[in-house]
């Protein structure tokens, strides 16, 4: 069977540039020192032009946040963004947070997907609070990079679920175990919410475990 990386489903459309959260693997703050798109990575930054690819006719899939968290973005930004998926209904949108309980939000967009990032069992309360704080049609759950078990797991009212490991070379660099993974995608397929294991996790669960899935309404 053929594994995919999500990036050759899912393009990413940044707006906006810059985040205040700190992780320590975040990529997108290297990407950033390396290219200078932002000159101060914590001051983030709105880049409206970026919004002009998204009138193409051919259907995307967009996460909208690999550079930023939604929890920065400013509001008068997430009206100008907005407006335009409105305008630009022939793609899906995905947006991420860390910080849900920051948010106070609401869409009615049928082609908008609001997710938290849950990487341990301490993360946990980000679902609660994102469905307490954002009001949208559909949510999703990433829960990479997975650094420990995450028990007793709600899903409900969740619409997709990724999966996925600390990949590069990082000091001190957490590899997800098996059990974790298995309990998580057990947890969605309970509820028979798709699962998209990235491809990295091959080598961890197995082929007879991968499950790539992805929403039906997904452009
Ligand atoms: S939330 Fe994302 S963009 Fe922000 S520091 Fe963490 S990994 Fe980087």
Redesign the pocket.
Known sequence: MEFVDVGKLIRNLNPVNG?T???QY?Y??RINDRFHITPVWENPQFIEARLKQLTTKKAHTYLMTS???FSDWREEWRQVVFARLAENSQHSYLFLT?RPEKITFQTDLQSVWMGVTVTADADKSRIGAMQAHIAAPHYFITFEPLFGPVNDLDLRGIGWVVIGTETGSRKGKIVAKKEWILAIAEKARELQIPVFMKKSLYDIVGEENMRQELPIDFK
């Open positions: 985040c959260i700190g992780c975040c997108a703050r550079m930023s968290d860390k």
